[in-house]
């Protein structure tokens, strides 16, 4: 029998400056192997993927390549997930950052929040973690503890999901 049409649902991946771009490239392409058979040779979508900048143009990423997300935080759709890339700029914290606000008008309507290594210092900030057990990068584990001492967290695990919260050590253990 064929597979009815359904909705894939939507995937936002935030591109913070100074991004890692193989967080964004592997996520996306995960996603996107993500198809069903349709019974007559296509194939369904079950993820639409959206590359979300936090603001307009293109993004500069930690080994130079320059990405044009598709929208930004203030234009973006509903999303299912939301997934954040780590970046080298992410450690740098600034508690005006409009992603911070985004997240927290967005959470309640968003099914799960994921971060990939560094990503965890786009989502700390807010304290939607504070309790929660997290993982990251190895490297940043002990400033990660030392910023948030609220977080429960250690570098042993690959993935950690607390809640709608998904904490990783980066793309590949994401």
């Known amino acids: 029998f064929p597979v009815q049409a359904m909705a894939p649902k939507h995937i936002g991946i935030i591109i913070p400056e100074r991004a890692v771009a193989s967080h964004v490239s592997t996520t996306a ?15 369904i979508p079950c993820y639409r993927i959206w590359s979300i900048g936090v603001k307009g143009g293109p ?14 935080l203030e234009n ?18 600034n508690l005006r950052d409009p992603l911070f606000e985004w997240i927290l008008q967005r959470v309640s309507e968003t099914r799960r929040i994921a971060v990939l290594g560094t990503g965890i210092y786009s989502l700390a900030p807010t304290g939607l973690l504070d309790g929660r057990e997290v993982t990251t990068h190895w490297k ?11 977080l429960r967290g250690s570098h042993l695990r690959r993935v950690v999901k607390d809640g709608p919260f998904y904490t990783s050590a980066g793309p590949t253990s994401g």
Do not use: C, H, K, W
């Open 29 to 43: 392409d995960a996603f996107a192997a993500a198809v069903l058979d349709d019974g007559f040779g296509g194939r």
């Open 59 to 72: 993004v500069t990423t930690e080994s130079g390549l320059s990405l044009t997300p598709q929208t930004t």
């Open 76 to 93: 973006s759709p509903s999303l299912a997930t939301v997934i954040i890339a780590g970046s080298s700029n992410q450690n740098r914290i």
């Open 140 to 150: 940043m584990t002990r400033d990660v503890a030392a910023r948030f001492p609220a």
